[in-house]
């Protein structure tokens, strides 16, 4: 029986997408990454701060990093589209494999 309750269970998947995303930073520092999983793409920090103005969404705060901005996958074409309008450089990170759980 899983003893975990729903926040707990959120809080280890967005743990495990910070660390993707985290790693991909550290090698592309100067683009903004974004981290797919299930049906939405994920990106943190500052990433999420330049994401959340040009998209015009609001970026969410949680434990793992100060700043957090998700959008459904299907939004991507206006996401790339607006990204690269403004100068900046993109990158979509779909995983090849499942994440640990």
């Known amino acids: 029986m899983n003893t975990e309750n729903p ?7 967005l743990q495990s997408t910070f660390l993707v995303w985290q790693s991909m930073k550290v090698k592309f520092p100067d683009v903004i990454v974004l981290i797919r999983r299930d049906d939405h793409y994920y990106t943190f920090g ?3 701060e330049v994401v959340s103005i040009l998209m ?4 969410e705060e949680n434990n ?3 700043s957090i901005c998700h959008l459904p996958h299907y939004c991507t074409d206006k996401l790339l589209q607006t990204i690269v309008k403004a100068g900046c450089r993109i990158a979509l990170c779909d995983p090849l494999s499942s994440f640990n759980k």
């Open 56 to 59: 015009d969404l609001k970026t």
């Open 64 to 66: 793992i990093d100060k």
């Open 46 to 48: 500052s990433d999420a």
């Open 7 to 13: 926040i707990q269970i959120e809080n280890k998947m």
